[in-house]
């Protein structure tokens, strides 16, 4: 406990070293201006905040994958500003492409393509195919055009870590590597994008997020297929446990009282948080809750099973990693 408590109090501390500047013309550019000569930004987007490089430059995104500690060979999202930037990276514009990117784009689904030459390995991990979206955040968009190139960023967490959904939860290990954190206020949605391969045969989910797999198959008029388990490395939001606080999370029926932890009951005991019942709400406030009883000091948190919904299965698929499950 004293340990966690040190490391919190410690975090607080490194975050000095950490320039988090708000939205203005002198803060955009200077943004804009790093991303285009080689620098890193942390960027706001609507889903969680992304730890944000050229997407065409491979030692920029190098300098990515060693800050994170992420393993070289998980591919990267790259940020476009305009549908009409998709075609300086993706070869395909097939039907599925057309109706999801104008249906959800700006917003929180990333669309797998084949890519152009012009996309670096690095930044797709040796893949030929990229993942791309267009976020639904009006800082990060004016930042991408006023850049020029287009943006690779993963979340701007350390890997295996909780992602952040506001400027004050980017880790200072990851903040201190970086030219400034843009604040664009909460994160709307909280979650990491949905992430659909396009490049096959068949449309396949490869991650939910917050747009959800009915939306999609309303969208294309068919059902989606999913990714068999094994070939974890295309995509890191497979591995067992991911998305995870330091605390031990366990998921239950109800907390109980002296457990630390979320629940949807009144509480006042001190390391219980309410959380709201909404789906979407819940989702905007689960990381945030979760990084609070992490900087506390928790070893545990117990986290009451939200409803089995398909609303809800961004949340489930989350908590379940997050719980090594
Ligand atoms: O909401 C989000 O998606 C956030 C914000 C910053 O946009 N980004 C994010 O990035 O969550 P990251 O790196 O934490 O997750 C990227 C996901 C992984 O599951 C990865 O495997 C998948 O996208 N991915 C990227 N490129 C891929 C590809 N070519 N094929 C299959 N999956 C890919
Ligand atoms: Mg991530």
């Given at each position: 406990m004293v340990d966690r408590k040190n490391r919190a109090a410690r975090g607080y501390a490194e975050s000095r070293r950490m320039r988090i500047e708000p939205a203005s013309p002198e803060s955009i550019k200077e943004a804009a201006d790093a991303l285009r000569t080689g620098g890193l930004v942390v960027l706001p987007t609507e889903t969680v905040y992304g730890l944000g490089c050229n997407a065409l430059d491979p030692s920029a995104v190098k300098?990515?994958?060693?800050?994170?500690?992420?393993?070289?060979?998980?591919?990267l999202i790259v940020h476009i500003a305009d549908i009409d930037d998709l075609g300086s990276i993706a070869e395909s514009w097939t039907e599925d492409c057309e109706k999801l990117a104008k249906r959800f784009w700006p917003g929180p689904l990333t669309l797998v393509l084949h890519k152009k030459k012009s996309v670096p390995k690095e930044t797709t991990a040796g893949l030929d195919t990229v993942a791309v979206r267009i976020p639904d955040h009006n800082l990060s968009l004016t930042v991408i055009r006023s850049a020029g190139i287009p943006v690779a960023?993963?979340?701007?967490?350390?890997?295996m870590g909780l992602s952040p959904t506001s400027a004050?939860?980017?880790?200072?290990?990851?903040?201190?590597h970086v030219t400034m954190v843009l604040d664009g206020g909460p994160c709307k949605v909280g979650l990491e994008s949905t992430v659909i391969d396009l490049s096959?045969?068949?449309?396949?989910?490869?991650?939910?997020?917050?747009?959800?797999?009915?939306?999609v198959q309303a969208v294309i008029g068919r059902p989606l297929g999913h990714l068999p388990p094994p070939t974890v490395n295309r995509s890191p939001g497979m591995y067992p446990r991911?998305?995870?606080?330091?605390?031990r999370l366990h998921l239950v029926e109800k907390l109980e009282r002296g457990q630390t932890g979320l629940t949807f009951q009144d509480c006042e005991e001190s390391g219980q948080i309410k959380m709201p019942e909404d789906p979407q709400a819940y989702a905007a406030s689960l990381y945030r809750a979760l990084k609070k009883?992490?900087?506390?000091?928790v070893e545990k948190i117990y986290v009451e099973t939200p409803p089995e919904t398909p609303e809800c299965a961004a949340v489930h698929d989350r908590l379940e990693k997050a719980s090594g499950n």
């Open positions: 300098k990515v994958y060693e800050i994170k500690g992420r393993p070289m060979e998980n591919p960023a993963p979340s701007a967490n350390p890997f004050e939860d980017v880790d200072p290990s990851i903040g201190e096959g045969d068949h449309p396949r989910i490869l991650r939910p997020g917050g747009v959800t797999r009915a939306q991911h998305y995870a606080p330091n605390a009883l992490d900087i506390e000091g």
